[in-house]
């Protein structure tokens, strides 16, 4: 196996935390939209992820990118298997996205309210669809030897990918509830308490159910040796710790480090999703199909060089860009205002 694509399987697994964690908040934010009570609370929470929620994206892209530009087979057999998701993925982005940026510049009450259904249904679906995804990608997906699609859409919908889908959304909503306490203040920032009072409970119930039907639901391929791999215990234990850390620092007032531990929750979380699976990437469902490998999905070494290389130079940029907004827009919001 190539060293290199070694490196590149890490660096995927690195991009999908960042967007988790990053892009994680601001879809929560916008799918307890749902819960703003008066038009000036709404403006304050949209005021809160306004000037960063556009740039948390970034990651996701240099996730995909990598996926096509690094393991193309594996970007095939997503998209085959994975089409109609994905495709109302990207819809709800671009809903969600035209929803926040014109919301505050209209005043046609029926109008707004349309958006907020998009800023809401967009954010929400996404965040489910994340864990809708990953429940499918441990489980396996329906391709054949050609990474062609088999079976019907219905076929992915199963117990992991929709309690992981469950579970992903709990956690997003957790994070932006965490997100709205750390940037707000008064009675909206009390309201969001109440929401991480709720959520701190939901999601580590979502997840144990999540963990249980994994043992259950996972190729026992993947799993064959799993425990005896210092990857798996190492993640598993600091998700469990984070977790546990977040809600201590929320029970006991520290907004902030409960936010920086749901980050490192989901991060944490996953490095174990990409431990499990390693050196497998992308395992079939069907009988007698071989999964897609870091080894047998790697371009070639000159082209692990060149992507390396390019990655190299172009994502400090975007750490030094994220580091730079987050200062920048930094305290507390207000109505419309950073």
């Known amino acids: 196996m190539d060293s290199l694509a070694v490196v590149w399987f890490v660096l995927e697994a690195v991009f999908l ?19 703003a009570k008066t038009e000036e609370e709404k403006r304050t929470w949209l005021g809160s992820i306004g000037p960063v929620w556009n740039g948390n994206e970034v990651w996701a892209i240099g996730a995909v990118g990598t996926l096509l530009a690094v393991f193309p087979p594996v970007y095939a057999a997503l998209l085959s298997t994975l089409y109609v998701p994905v495709y109302l993925v990207l819809a709800s982005l671009i809903i969600r996205a035209v929803a926040i940026e ?20 967009g ?44 579970a992903s959304l709990a956690f997003f909503c957790l994070h932006g509830a965490s997100w709205l306490v750390v940037k707000t203040e008064g009675e909206t920032q ?34 064959h040796g799993v425990p005896g791999k210092p990857g798996f215990w190492i993640p598993a234990v600091l998700a469990v710790a984070a977790l546990g850390l977040s809600i201590g620092f929320s029970l006991t007032e520290k907004p902030l480090f409960s936010f920086i ?11 174990l999703g990409a431990c499990i699976l390693f050196p497998a990437m992308l395992p079939s469902s069907l009988p007698g199909i071989a999964a897609l490998t870091v080894a047998n999905s790697a371009v070639s070494h000159t082209a692990l060089t060149v992507n390396l290389i390019t990655a190299t130079i172009g994502v400090p940029f975007v750490i030094a860009y994220t580091v730079f907004s987050y200062f920048l827009f930094r305290g507390k919001a207000t109505d419309g205002h950073y």
């Open 123 to 166: 954010s929400g679906f996404v965040a489910f669809a994340l864990g809708f995804a990953g429940g499918n990608i441990l489980h396996g997906l329906p391709f054949n030897g050609n990474l062609a699609p088999q079976g019907s859409f219905l076929a992915l919908f199963h117990p992991l990918s929709v309690i992981g889908g469950l």
């Open 102 to 121: 014109y919301r505050t510049s209209l005043r046609d009450g029926f109008v707004k309210s349309l958006l907020d259904v998009g800023i809401v249904g």
């Open 190 to 223: 009390k309201r969001a308490k109440r929401f991480v009072k709720v959520l701190r409970v939901a999601f580590p119930a979502l997840l144990l159910v999540t963990a249980v039907t994994s043992a259950f639901a996972v190729d026992s391929s993947l799993l």
């Open 17 to 35: 935390a960042f967007y988790a964690v990053l892009d994680g908040f601001d879809l929560g934010v916008g799918t307890l939209f749902a819960f």
């Open 261 to 271: 531990a749901n980050g490192a929750t989901v991060a944490a979380l996953v490095a």
